[in-house]
C-alpha cells in the first residue's frame, strides 16, 4: 500500500511540475519552413513543410553551389541557415559562415593552422536583438562567436571561451573532454553533450547547462549520482568519486520542449564499456533517456535502455518529439531509437511507456568479478529495426563469401545470445557497436507519427583478454606500458592494427608522421580515438619513443611511477568487424536498411535494403544494403532525402512507399544529415561531403541542390 501511494504521489509531482512549467511559458509558433537548429528544430525531427521540391520535380535537382573547405576529411556536419546565412564546420573544426544562396564565404573561425583531429557535427544559434551569437567546440573549449563578424565575443567565458572541465571535480580537470555535436538553446541557456574516454579513466559525464550571455555554469545534473541523490545506491559507494569509473554522458545530443520547459537527455555507458567488476549494479543514470526541468536540471523522470551496459549501448542519437494517436487520443509523445534496433516510445509528460516493455531474463557473466544485471529491457512493440544476435543461424552465414566455411568455424564458437555477456570465446554483437541507429538521428513527421530510421547491420566480435598483471607491466618500460594498457584494444599487441575494421597500423609509423603529429594525437584524439589528457609530457614522449622504437630499454617500476591508469582485470581485444576474406559483412545482408515506422500502431510502413556495393551490383547481385552514417530529411509533401552511404549516392525516396525518385553521384561521400532551406523564394538541400569513413575517399566540398 505504501509503495502504491509513493508511486501515485510521485506521478502526481510530475503532473504538477509539468504543468507549472508549461503555465509559465509562451508556446512557440510551430515553423518547419526554417532550419535554424541542429537537425531542423528543438524536436530533432529533421522536417520541413517547404514544398517546392516535390515528387513530381525531384528529378530535376541541379548542383546550384558549391564550397571548398580549406582541409578536407570527414564532416558529420549538419548546418544550420538564420537569415540567409549558413553556419557550418569544417573537418578541422573551423567554423564558417557562407551565403546561403551562393556559398560565398562570408568568414571562417578557429586556427588555420592546427588540424584538429574531432569531428563536429556543427553548431548552435542564439539572439537577443541585435546580440546574434554563434556557438562552437573547439577541443575543449566552448566559444561564442559573433554571429555576424565571426568574431569571438570576449565577455563570454574566459575571453570568448569556457573550459567545458567547467563544473567537474577536480579530479576530471586534466581528463579527456569535448564536445562533437551543438549544444541545445532554451531561453539563455546551452546545455552541452561532452564525448569522453571509453576507458576507466573517463571523467564523469555530467550534464549541464551555460549562461549563453555570461559562460557562467548555469546547473548541473549527477548522472553518477552523489550520496543522498536517487540511484547512488546502484553504484559503488565511491563511484562517484571518478577515480575509477566515469562517463555516462550525453554525446550525441538533447531534444527540448520549450512549450513546456523539458529537455530529453540520451546518455551513454560507463566507463569502462566492457568490464563492470568496478562499478557492479544498475547504474542510474548511464544508458538512460532523462527529462529534466530545462532551467532548473531537476529530474522529471528517467527510463534506462540497458542495465549495467557491457556492450557500450549508448542511445546515439536526439529523440524525436512527435504526437501519436493512441488508444484514441492524441499524445504527446517522445521517441528514441538505439542502437540495439529497438524503439523507445513515451509519453512526453509522465515517461509512461506508450507500448508495454519486457524484462527479458539475460546471461551471466563468465568474467572473474563481472556481475552481469540478470535483465534487460525490450519493447514489444514496435519491432525492431535490426537483427538480433539471437536470431542469427549458420543459415545467415553470408552466401557471397568466398571463405564461408572458415566463416562457419568461427560463428560456431561465438556466443550469440542477445545479451550475452563480453567472453573470452566472443560474443557476436548485433546490431554492432554503430547501431542499429547512429549519431545521424532519425527523421520524423511530428503530426502523422511516421518515424524514418537508417539503420546498420554490420555484426561486431567482443572478445575479451586478462589484462597483464601488475607485476608484469612494472617490468616494462614506460612507454611500453602505457600501450599495453590503453592502445593494444585497437591497434593490437603487434601494433598491425585492424583495417578493415578502421584502426590503422602502427607499424613503421616513424617514416609516415612525424612526433609532433603523433603525440598532438595522442593529446586530442583522432575519430573513434580519445585523447590521452592524463598523461604527463614526458609519457606521451615515452609512448611515441616507443612507437618509433626510440625508447630507452630500462625497466622497472620506478619507470613508470606517473602512470596512474585505472587498472582492469579484463580489457577487449578491440572493435572487430565480423567479415569475409573480402572485407565485406560475413552475414547475409540486408547490410543497411531504410525503416518507415507508424508509431501510431507500433507497425512498419515499410522497410527497405539501403545502400550498395558496386563490386556486388557489377555481378547482378540484388541490392544488399550497406553500413550507413548520417540521417534523412523528410517533407511534409512526401519525400526522403538522404546520402549516409560509401558509395557516395546521395538518394531521394517516396516517403510512402520506400521508392527510390531519384539519385546522383557526390563529390566524396556525405556521412552526414542534409539539411534544407529556402532562400529568395528558392528551396535548396545541403550536404557536407567529407568522406573518409569507411574507407572512402576524402572530401572537402559543401554541395547545395536546387530545381533551376
Not at 11 to 16: C, E, K, P, Q, V
Not at 18 to 40: F, H, R, S, V
Not at 257 to 281: E, L, M, Q
Not at 341 to 349: C, E, P, S
Request: hydrophobic share 35%; aromatic share 10%; glycine share 10%.
Amino acid at each position: 500500500m505504501k509503495k502504491s501511494l509513493s508511486i501515485a504521489l510521485l506521478s502526481l509531482g510530475i503532473f504538477l511540475v509539468a504543468a507549472a512549467i508549461q503555465k509559465n511559458y509562451t508556446p512557440d509558433n510551430e515553423n518547419y519552413t526554417e532550419w535554424n537548429e541542429y537537425l531542423g528544430g528543438p524536436d530533432r525531427n529533421h522536417y520541413t513543410t517547404l514544398d517546392q521540391i516535390k515528387p513530381e520535380n525531384v528529378q530535376n535537382l541541379k548542383v546550384a553551389w558549391s564550397y571548398a573547405t580549406p582541409d578536407s576529411g570527414q564532416m558529420q556536419v549538419n548546418p544550420i541557415i538564420v537569415d540567409g546565412v549558413l553556419y557550418g564546420v569544417t573537418s578541422s573544426v573551423q567554423a564558417f559562415a557562407l551565403d546561403a544562396a551562393t556559398g560565398k564565404e562570408i568568414w571562417r573561425f578557429g586556427d588555420k593552422l592546427k588540424n584538429f583531429a574531432s569531428t563536429s557535427r556543427g553548431v548552435a544559434y542564439w539572439s537577443n536583438g541585435d546580440d546574434k551569437r554563434i556557438l562552437h567546440t573547439i577541443g575543449e573549449y566552448l566559444y561564442a562567436i559573433d554571429a555576424t563578424t565571426g568574431k569571438s565575443i570576449p565577455s563570454f567565458g574566459d575571453n570568448g571561451r569556457v573550459d567545458l572541465h567547467t563544473g567537474l571535480p577536480e579530479i576530471a580537470r586534466k581528463k579527456f573532454i569535448i564536445s562533437n555535436t551543438p549544444g541545445t538553446v532554451f531561453e539563455d541557456l546551452i546545455v552541452m553533450p561532452v564525448r569522453l574516454s571509453e576507458g576507466a579513466d573517463a571523467a564523469p559525464g555530467d550534464i549541464r547547462a551555460f549562461n549563453v550571455k555570461t559562460g557562467k555554469l548555469a546547473w548541473t545534473f549527477h548522472t553518477i549520482p552523489y550520496p543522498n541523490e536517487p540511484g547512488y545506491n546502484t553504484w559503488p559507494k565511491e563511484a562517484y568519486k571518478n577515480t575509477e569509473v566515469g562517463a555516462a554522458n550525453n554525446w550525441a545530443g538533447m531534444a527540448v520542449d520549450r512549450k513546456r520547459g523539458i529537455i530529453y537527455v540520451p546518455t551513454g555507458s560507463a566507463g569502462y564499456d566492457f568490464y563492470g567488476g568496478k562499478r557492479v549494479g544498475k547504474n542510474l543514470y548511464a544508458n538512460c533517456l532523462l527529462a529534466l526541468n530545462a532551467r532548473t536540471g531537476k529530474l522529471l523522470w528517467h527510463f534506462q535502455t540497458t542495465h549495467h551496459d557491457l556492450w557500450d549501448r549508448d542511445l546515439p542519437a536526439p529523440p524525436n518529439l512527435i504526437t501519436v494517436k493512441h488508444n484514441g487520443k492524441m499524445v504527446d509523445a517522445v521517441a528514441q531509437t538505439s542502437k540495439q534496433g529497438y524503439v523507445y516510445l513515451f509519453d512526453r509528460v509522465t515517461g509512461k511507456p506508450l507500448f508495454p516493455i519486457q524484462e527479458i531474463p539475460a546471461p551471466k557473466s563468465d568474467l572473474a568479478g563481472e556481475v552481469a544485471w540478470p535483465t534487460q529491457p525490450v519493447p514489444t512493440k514496435p519491432a525492431p529495426y535490426a537483427r538480433q544476435a539471437h536470431t542469427l543461424t549458420e543459415n545467415d552465414i553470408s552466401p557471397y563469401a568466398e571463405d564461408r566455411e572458415e566463416l562457419l568455424k568461427k560463428f560456431r564458437t561465438y556466443k550469440r545470445n542477445r545479451f550475452a555477456a563480453p567472453s573470452k570465446e566472443g560474443t557476436v554483437i548485433l546490431p554492432g557497436f554503430d547501431g542499429g541507429a547512429e549519431w545521424g538521428g532519425a527523421a520524423a513527421d511530428p503530426k502523422e507519427g511516421i518515424l524514418y530510421v537508417n539503420s546498420n547491420e554490420m555484426a561486431w566480435i567482443l572478445t575479451m583478454k586478462e589484462t597483464p598483471k601488475q607485476d608484469v607491466l612494472a617490468g616494462l618500460s614506460t612507454g611500453e606500458r602505457i600501450y599495453a594498457t590503453s592502445c593494444v584494444a585497437c591497434h593490437g599487441a603487434d601494433r598491425k592494427g585492424n583495417s578493415k575494421s578502421g584502426y590503422p597500423t602502427l607499424i613503421d609509423i616513424e617514416k609516415r608522421r612525424d612526433k609532433a603529429f603523433v603525440t598532438q594525437i595522442i593529446s586530442s584524439g583522432k575519430g573513434m580515438m580519445p585523447g590521452f589528457t592524463t598523461l604527463s609530457a614526458s609519457e606521451k614522449q615515452a609512448v611515441v619513443a616507443f612507437l618509433f622504437g626510440e625508447e630507452k630499454k630500462e625497466v622497472g617500476a620506478s619507470n613508470n611511477a606517473g602512470f596512474k591508469n585505472p587498472y582492469l582485470p579484463y580489457v577487449s581485444t578491440g572493435y572487430n568487424k565480423f567479415l569475409d576474406s573480402k572485407g565485406l559483412p560475413a552475414i547475409s545482408p540486408p547490410w543497411g536498411t531504410l525503416n518507415a515506422i507508424d508509431l501510431n500502431t507500433g507497425e512498419y510502413l515499410w522497410k527497405i535494403p539501403f545502400g550498395e556495393y558496386e563490386s556486388l551490383t557489377k555481378k547482378g547481385i540484388p541490392t544488399t544494403g550497406s553500413e550507413n552514417y548520417g540521417g534523412p530529411v523528410v517533407t511534409a509533401n512526401g519525400l526522403l532525402f538522404i546520402a549516409a552511404t560509401k558509395d557516395e549516392k546521395f538518394r531521394v525516396f517516396n516517403k510512402r512507399t520506400g521508392a527510390l525518385l531519384w539519385e546522383t553521384k557526390l563529390p566524396a561521400a556525405a556521412f552526414a544529415t542534409p539539411a534544407t532551406y529556402q532562400v529568395n523564394g528558392k528551396q535548396y538541400i545541403v550536404l557536407a561531403c567529407g568522406g573518409t569513413k569507411l574507407g572512402a575517399k576524402k572530401g572537402n566540398q559543401y554541395v547545395a541542390f536546387a530545381l533551376p
